[in-house]
């Protein structure tokens, strides 16, 4: 069992930044590959970014390649999603993932577990 607790989102100005963080507890840190996702208000849920077991390999869909940055701390069993000039459409409820490959949770979506989420509002 692994417990995941995303911190770090709020509201801010277009352009602006955030750094997202996901903290993790349970099983081992470094056996997962790690993710985040996100649902604006009536869409689905959809990748945003995953890295893996020990970060040498990431994965961004397209709309935040070039503005966010993943990464991790295995030794602080942390995951942190650095987000640059954030735009309106990065509104969202913001969600950790552990999974069991960076390459198979941006391809297909596969996850082990999430974390409750964190909002980022982002205004125009």
């Known amino acids: 069992q692994v417990q995941l607790v995303e911190s770090g989102g709020g509201l801010v100005q277009a352009g602006g930044s955030l750094r997202l963080s996901c903290a993790a507890s349970?099983?081992?840190?470094?056996?997962?590959?790690m993710g985040w996702f996100r649902q604006a208000p009536g869409k689905e849920r959809e990748f945003v970014a995953a890295?893996?077991?020990?970060?040498?390999?990431?994965y961004y869909v397209d709309s935040v390649k070039g503005r966010f940055t993943i990464s991790r701390d295995n030794a602080k069993n942390t995951l942190y999603l650095q987000m640059n000039s954030l735009k309106p459409e990065d509104t969202a409820v913001y969600y950790c993932?552990?999974?069991?490959?960076?390459?198979?949770?941006?391809?297909?979506?596969?996850?082990?577990?999430w974390g409750q989420g964190t909002q980022v509002t982002v205004s125009s």
């Open positions: 993932a552990a999974g069991p490959t960076a390459q198979t949770m941006g391809s297909l979506g596969r996850t082990d577990y």
């Open positions: 890295i893996s077991r020990y970060g040498r390999n990431t």
């Open positions: 349970g099983r081992t840190f470094s056996n997962y590959a």
